[in-house]
């Protein structure tokens, strides 16, 4: 295997882990601003009904 097709591959490896993690963090922000928004509605929730 010459060294153009090497480096083309390992480049190729790169763009996949790097689109792998940014999925990730995607999923992480995602359930992050899940995490919040239930937390604002428990909040409400108890502004809303004190006997909880």
Request: aromatic fraction near 8%; charged fraction near 20%.
């Amino acid at each position: 295997m010459d060294d153009a097709l090497a480096m083309r591959n390992g480049h190729v490896a790169n763009q996949m882990i790097i689109e792998i993690d940014f999925k990730q963090m995607r999923l992480r922000r995602g359930l992050w601003d899940l995490q919040i928004a239930s937390y604002a509605a428990y909040e409400a929730n108890i502004a809303n009904n004190p006997q909880l």
